[in-house]
């Protein structure tokens, strides 16, 4: 640092401009260092850390209480409490605390109505009718029943300014009657249009462990006819660990993966042309049943299929 400083004296026409440059040559490695760690503590400060199955321990939850007493409670609002009074730690999450967030939701009036008539005897009695009413409480009065301070509160109403529907198990979900857009790429299973599970985060279908949908599934009986999103060169067709036996694809633009087949129809270094066939539905490798897992590749980068057909 010396050494530094004698150099930038050599070219610093005064003691002003020399302090300046030395005040910023010993706070950069400080701002650096700021810009570095804000992104990610920006993050934790707006989204919920949870795992899909522990954001499916709030939305069953919620589902719950709102059948129950006939009042729609909301799952965002119940894991961004959970957000700041867990710390972020949802390794504390489970069904049982989920339930008992969204019961505070609830409460309950307990109304009497009296009532006269008068008996075979002649005399007049009172009658008493109990009922019962369930309402609900607003986000705001359950977090001051939960003693939430001002400073707690803005940070649920942070977390929920983003839709936390990103943090769900991917599931399927497709409006009924949906059917593919056909343009850049042809549907890879002609006239079977059910989606089983989508690109995204979701629970392992078979470990049921968290983890992360490089793919689209689609739902279609053992046999059924693959075919060849886009022209171009079979680079695989063999058996590919838990894709079972599977058919890749290089295309000017991306590569195509189709795994989980029950037969292979096409050779490695064949040339295909888009909707040729290529193989056969099946359920290989690690599968609960027969469907084709579908992919697109730019590179090593796993792309969202169902934007190619939206």
Same mark, same amino acid.
């Given at each position: 640092?010396?050494a ?12 002003? $401009?020399?302090?300046?440059? /030395? ?16 992104a ?18 709030? !939305?069953?939850? #919620?589902?719950?209480?709102? &059948?129950?007493?006939?009042?729609e409670? *909301?799952?965002?609002e119940?894991?961004?409490? *959970? ?5 972020q730690?949802?390794?504390?999450? +489970? ?6 967030? #969204? &019961?505070?939701?609830i ?9 006269? +008539?008068? =008996?075979?005897?002649?005399k007049?009695?009172?009658? $008493?009718?109990?009922? !019962? ?7 705001d009065?359950?977090l ?14 942070v977390?929920?300014?983003? *839709?936390?529907?990103?943090?769900? %198990? ?20 002609? =006239?079977i249009?059910?989606? $089983? ?8 279908? /078979? &470990?049921?462990? %968290? ?5 689209l599934?689609?739902g279609a009986?053992?046999?059924?006819? @693959? ?7 079979? !680079? ?5 660990g ?8 290089r295309?000017?633009k ?5 795994c989980h087949l +029950?037969?292979?129809? @096409?050779?490695e =270094? ?13 359920s $290989? =490798?690690?599968?609960t ?6 992919? @697109?590749r730019?590179g090593?980068?796993?792309?969202d299929?169902?934007?190619f057909?939206?």
């Amino acid at each position: 640092m010396s050494a530094l400083i004698r150099f930038i004296m050599l070219f610093a026409p005064d003691t002003k $401009t020399l302090l300046k440059v /030395v005040v910023v040559i010993l706070l950069l490695p400080i701002a650096l260092f700021t810009v570095f760690f804000s992104a990610p503590a920006a993050i934790v400060e707006t989204i919920p850390l949870a795992s899909p199955s522990q954001v499916n321990f709030y !939305i069953e939850g #919620a589902e719950r209480v709102s &059948e129950k007493y006939g009042k729609e409670i *909301d799952w965002q609002e119940l894991i961004a409490i *959970d957000a700041v009074r867990l710390k972020q730690d949802f390794s504390q999450a +489970s069904p049982e605390r989920a339930l008992e967030l #969204a &019961e505070k939701f609830i409460w309950k009036e307990t109304i009497k109505h009296k009532s006269t +008539s008068i =008996g075979p005897d002649g005399k007049e009695h009172t009658h $008493t009718r109990t009922e !019962i009413r369930y309402h609900k409480y607003s986000l705001d009065e359950v977090l001051d029943n939960l003693g939430f301070s001002a400073k707690e509160k803005e940070k649920v109403r942070v977390f929920l300014q983003t *839709d936390l529907a990103i943090l769900r %198990d991917v599931g399927s979900e497709m409006p009924e009657g949906w059917v593919p857009e056909i343009d850049e790429l042809e549907w890879p299973v002609p =006239g079977i249009f059910l989606v $089983t599970s989508k690109f995204g985060p979701r629970v392992d279908p /078979v &470990e049921h462990l %968290d983890g992360f949908h490089t793919g689209l599934d689609i739902g279609a009986g053992s046999g059924t006819q @693959v075919v060849a999103a886009q022209e171009g060169q079979v !680079i695989y067709a063999g058996r590919a660990g838990n894709y079972g036996k599977a058919v890749f694809i290089r295309h000017e633009k991306y590569v195509t993966r189709y795994c989980h087949l +029950s037969k292979i129809l @096409v050779k490695e =270094g064949k040339e295909v042309s888009k909707g040729d066939a290529i193989g056969k539905v099946g359920s $290989t =490798g690690k599968s609960t049943g027969p469907h084709l897992h579908f992919e @697109v590749r730019d590179g090593n980068k796993a792309l969202d299929p169902l934007k190619f057909f939206i």
